[in-house]
């Protein structure tokens, strides 16, 4: 059973920077691709990022290009989102997800697997 786990989340103010983290515990994704979603109260789940477990390729949503970095430990089997100069509109709960494929999605619906989510919070 494929199991993600996330941490990391808090209250920062604006400017501040958070790292993700996304425990996986399964090998499974070694040849998959892994994203990062978020959801703010009353809004649908949106693309954040996302990256090839193998090859390392990322995708990024425009409104954090340049502000937020996708990346995994194969090691330590974690997937990570590094977010810089974060923004009160980045505030919302993220979710790491997995999908059964090394194609990058942006769709929340191709995704299979998912995490618990974890809160960040960006005061102004």
């Known amino acids: 059973q494929v199991q993600l786990v996330e941490s990391g989340g808090g209250l920062v103010q604006a400017g501040a920077s958070l790292r993700l983290s996304c425990a996986v515990s399964?090998?499974?994704?070694?040849?998959?691709?892994m994203g990062w979603f978020r959801q703010a109260p009353g809004k649908e789940r949106e693309f954040v990022a996302a990256i090839t477990w193998f090859g390392g390729t990322t995708i990024y949503a425009e409104a954090v290009k340049g502000r937020f970095a996708i990346s995994r430990d194969k090691a330590k089997n974690t997937l990570y989102l590094q977010m810089n100069r974060l923004k009160p509109e980045d505030t919302a709960v993220y979710y790491c997800?997995?999908?059964?494929?090394?194609?990058?999605?942006?769709?929340?619906?191709?995704?299979?697997?998912w995490g618990q989510g974890t809160q960040v919070t960006v005061s102004s």
């Open positions: 399964t090998r499974t994704f070694n040849n998959n691709a």
């Open positions: 997800a997995g999908r059964s494929s090394s194609v990058l999605r942006t769709d929340p619906r191709d995704y299979a697997y």
